[in-house]
Nanobody, 126 residues
Framework: QVQLVESGGGLVQAGGSLRLSCVAS????????MAWFRQAPGKEREFVSA????????YDTDSAKGRFAISGDNAKNTVYLRMNGLSPEDTAVYYC???????????????????WGQGTQVTVSS
């Protein structure tokens, strides 16, 4: 079993920045894919970015590129999501997720992920 705990969410003004953290514990593996998803009220959960260890290959989306950056510290079993230039449209609950195995387009799908954190709220005011 793997436990994921997110932190770092909060209220920020438009144009501001936040850094989310996700600490993994339990039966983790260096081969896991660690990802961030988000879900806004009334919308489906959507992929934000993912990091595949140990090669550190990054899966990204057009909406995240240039504003969001995923990174990880394998020694700390921690994945980060640095978010810059936040807008009210980024308001959502952000979830950390871990997949024991995924590749290619599969890593963009929530169904590929085996473990989920409880989520951290990010609210961006205009």
């Amino acid at each position: 079993q793997v436990q994921l705990v997110e932190s770092g969410g909060g209220l920020v003004q438009a144009g501001g920045s936040l850094r989310l953290s996700c600490v993994a514990s339990g039966r983790t593996s260096d081969s896991f894919v660690m990802a961030w998803f988000r879900q806004a009220p009334g919308k489906e959960r959507e992929f934000v970015s993912a990091l595949k260890w140990p090669a550190k290959y990054i899966y990204d989306t057009d909406s995240a590129k240039g504003r969001f950056a995923i990174s990880g510290d394998n020694a700390k079993n921690t994945v980060y999501l640095r978010m810059n230039g936040l807008s009210p449209e980024d308001t959502a609950v952000y979830y950390c997720a871990a997949a024991a195995s995924c590749s290619g387009s599969g890593c963009y799908a929530s169904a590929s992920y085996d473990y989920w954190g409880q989520g951290t709220q990010v609210t961006v005011s205009s």
